[in-house]
C-alpha cells in the first residue's frame, strides 16, 4: 500500500491529508508508522501550516487500535478531561468519547479547555462508527478568525478577558453536574483540584457548586508566534442557545445570567455585547471547514491554531477522543 499525501480542501487550506491507496489492507498501520518514522519533521511542518492533519485509509477503528496511534504520534502525555465542561465516558486512559449531546444539537467551534489555565496542546479524534447522515467534526483557523473580526472586538478580548462561569448542579438539574466533571464524589477533592488551577468556587446550600475562572481572549501560538482566536465566550455565553430555550433560561433564572448553567461576561465583570458575540458566530462561519468521516478516520488538531465543532446527525455515530 502506498501512502499519498495532499490537502484536503485547497480552498480552505484544510486539513493536510495522509491516505492509504488501498482501504482493505490489514497491515495498514503498521505501513503508517514506518512511513511516519522518515516523515516526522513534515508532519510537524504540515500541522503547522494548515492546523489539523486527517490520517485515512489505516484500520484505526478500535479503542486498542486508537491507542496503538496515539503511543506513536502523541508528543506528551495523554491528559485526563478532569474540569471539562462536556458530557463524555472514560473508556481507558486517556481515551474518551466525544461530546455526548444530543444527535440534533449543534456544538459551536471551540479551543479545547480555552477557558482553563491549562489547556492541551494536540487533540486526536478517531472515528470507529461514521454517522448515517451530516455529523462532521467541524474545524476553524482561528488565525483567520481574529483576521477577520473587526478590530475592535479583538481588542476587548485581549485587554478585558474573559471570565466564565458555571452552575455544576449535585446530581439533578439542567447541564452536568459536580460529580462528572470532576469525576469524584468527594467535595474536598474538587476543592484541592480548584485550588491548583485558579479557579474560584463556591458551594451552594442546595447542593449546586459554583465556579469561575479568568482566561485569555487572544492568545499568542507558542512555535509559530501568530495571534489567534482563543476562547469560549461564545460558546459559555447564554446567547448561543436558540432564542426559545434562552428565554426559558432567563424566565427560570429571573434573568441573572450568572445563574445560568454556564455564562460568560469580560475578566472585568462587565458584560459582552451578544451583538459582537453573533459576530463572533458568523465569522466562524465564514471559516469552517466540512469533511465527511469515514471509519478509521483520525484526525489530529493543533488546539491553539484550529477550533473545532460538531455538526448535527442522525444514526448511531461513535468519534473517540484524547489529549495531549
Known amino acids: 500500500m502506498s501512502i499519498i499525501t495532499k490537502v484536503y480542501d485547497e480552498q480552505a487550506g484544510s486539513p493536510f491529508l495522509v491516505e492509504g491507496e488501498s482501504t482493505h489492507n490489514s497491515a495498514g498501520f503498521d505501513i503508517l508508522a514506518e512511513w511516519k518514522a522518515g516523515n516526522s519533521e513534515l508532519l510537524k511542518e504540515k500541522l ?53 449531546y444530543p444527535a440534533d444539537q449543534f456544538i459551536s467551534l471551540h479551543n479545547e479547555l480555552s477557558y482553563a489555565e491549562q489547556w492541551p496542546t494536540h487533540l486526536f479524534f478517531c472515528c470507529v462508527i461514521p454517522p448515517n447522515e451530516h455529523g462532521n467534526t467541524l474545524i476553524a483557523d482561528g488565525r483567520k478568525v481574529i483576521d477577520s473580526l473587526p478590530p475592535e472586538i479583538v481588542e476587548k478580548f485581549e485587554t478585558r478577558k474573559v471570565k466564565y462561569i458555571r452552575n455544576l448542579h449535585g446530581g439533578r438539574g439542567l447541564g452536568p453536574s459536580w460529580q462528572d466533571t470532576f469525576e469524584t464524589q468527594d467535595r474536598d477533592e474538587v476543592n484541592e483540584i480548584c485550588r491548583k488551577s ?127
Request: hydrophobic share 35%; charged share 20%; with cysteine.
Open 198 to 324: 485558579n479557579i474560584e468556587l463556591l458551594w451552594k446550600s442546595d447542593g449546586t457548586l459554583r465556579t469561575s475562572q479568568i482566561a485569555s481572549g487572544v492568545e499568542v501560538h507558542p512555535v509559530t508566534k501568530e495571534k489567534v482566536w482563543f476562547n469560549q465566550a461564545d460558546q459559555f455565553h447564554p446567547s448561543n442557545h436558540s432564542p426559545q430555550f434562552y428565554e426559558a433560561l432567563k424566565h427560570m433564572h429571573k434573568g441573572q445570567l450568572e445563574n445560568f448553567p454556564t455564562h460568560a461576561c469580560f475578566g472585568d465583570d462587565s458584560p459582552i455585547d451578544e451583538d459582537e458575540l453573533a459576530t463572533v458566530r458568523e465569522v466562524f462561519k465564514t471559516h469552517t471547514v466540512y469533511f465527511p468521516w469515514q471509519k478509521g478516520d483520525v484526525l489530529v488538531i493543533d488546539n491553539m491554531l484550529m477550533t473545532h465543532g460538531r455538526a448535527a446527525y442522525s444514526g448511531p455515530r461513535k468519534i473517540l477522543v484524547a489529549m495531549s
Open 48 to 100: 503547522l501550516v494548515h492546523g489539523a492533519i486527517l490520517f485515512r485509509n489505516f484500520g484505526i477503528n478500535t479503542v486498542s487500535n486508537f491507542d496503538q496511534f496515539l503511543q506513536l504520534f502523541k508528543e506528551s502525555t495523554l491528559l485526563d478531561y478532569v474540569g471539562g465542561n462536556s458530557p463524555r465516558t472514560k473508556l481507558s486512559k486517556g481515551i474518551y468519547t466525544s461530546t455526548e
